[in-house]
């Protein structure tokens, strides 16, 4: 019996090391697969609104969906482009500043005079081939993501009908229950999650633009994103703007401690006031359980892994609390302050 829970302990941690890899490997088709189940959970009510209130067939509402997220998006990146692009005509003055910022830093240690001496345009240049490599990247993952959720959408009328063939009927009913009070949470939970971080990067935007820093669209978008890294994106995000504000206005530091002040004050109401407020307990993740995921799924996917990393372990979490088998994971997963009830109790 013993050697037998070895066995399975070495296979099972095997099967975990295997799966990461192979997650790893396969990340330009997994990745835009996973993050279209996840946006799945979003726009199925959004298709189900437009098929109810335009009185359209389900596969028009999907296309007149898909074709909004695709304009939405085409639109979000011409002003993210313009922006990018002006901060790249102006980089050799915000460097300049940046050099001239570091001088006497450079003289206390004792440090040559070059080492401020940055070489901009072939750190630029390689910079943007990197980048082009990158975007080529992104258009074939996001070619995949529409394709994946296309069908997805498509395919979800035929999940009860698959459901029923591949399972005993007195299960069906079960499963099903299960099923729809998890993706039920999740839509919620990423739908908020959405929400909470658009009015943060729209508040940003705001203040932003009415009190004159550059680049206002670019820095609405990166707190769009980095809002989705529970405390370590809002800091960062802080610290970036805080940094290029005092560039901006040097030497004057007086707009940067505004736009501390500012960014500070926003993250504390939209992040420990109106997310846990309409959230409840569906984000109560152990801190632990956060970094981690944050290492793992960054080591996975980089970037889009750090951003995805805390929906899927919030879904991780929702699926296990639904699943009476699973329930002592979604216990551990959970920071301990406030108790889950089991779903078995009242499903």
């Known amino acids: 019996m013993k050697i037998d829970r070895i066995s399975t302990s070495l296979l099972a941690t095997l099967t975990v090391f295997a799966t990461v890899a192979v997650l790893h490997i396969t990340s330009q088709v997994v990745l835009p697969f996973i993050t279209a189940v996840l946006a799945s959970f979003v726009v199925i009510p959004a298709v189900d609104g437009i098929q109810r209130f335009l009185k359209l067939p389900k596969s028009i509402a999907i296309a007149v969906l898909v074709i909004l997220i695709l304009g ?55 910079y943007i081939v990197s980048l082009s490599s990158r975007f080529m990247d992104f258009i074939a993952g996001l070619i995949l993501f529409i394709l994946f959720l296309i069908f997805l959408l498509l395919e979800r009328p035929y999940t009860k009908t ?100 500012f960014m500070t004050v926003l993250q504390q109401i939209m992040g420990n006031l109106v997310e846990p407020k309409l959230l409840g307990d569906q984000l109560d993740l152990s801190p632990v359980v956060i970094i981690f995921s944050l290492l793992v799924w960054g080591w996975i996917w980089g970037i889009a892994g750090m951003f995805l990393a805390v929906p899927l372990t919030v879904a991780l979490k929702i699926t296990c609390e639904n699943v009476p088998y699973l329930h002592s994971i979604a216990i551990l997963l959970g920071s301990g302050k406030k108790s889950i009830v089991p779903e078995e109790e009242h499903l």
Do not use: C
């Open 162 to 261: 698959k459901v029923l063939k591949a399972f005993q009927s007195r299960l069906t009913t079960r499963i099903f229950r299960i099923f729809n009070h998890t993706a039920v949470q999740i839509t919620r939970f990423l739908s908020i999650k959405i929400l909470i971080s658009f009015l943060t990067g729209m508040g940003t935007l705001i203040f932003f633009v009415f009190y004159g820093v550059d680049f206002p669209i670019l820095w609405a978008v990166l707190t769009f994103f980095f809002n989705f890294i529970p405390s370590l994106g809002s800091i960062l995000i802080t610290v970036i703007t805080v940094g290029f504000v005092g560039l901006q206005y040097y030497p004057s530091l007086t707009e940067a401690a505004v736009v501390l002040i």
């Open 72 to 126: 939405l998006g085409f639109l979000v990146g011409i002003f993210f482009y313009s922006s990018v692009s002006t901060l790249y005509r102006e980089m050799p003055a915000y460097m300049e500043k940046l050099q001239v910022v570091f001088k006497p830093w450079i003289r206390f240690f004792g440090l040559p005079p070059e080492a401020t001496e940055v070489p901009i345009p072939k750190l630029v240049g390689t």
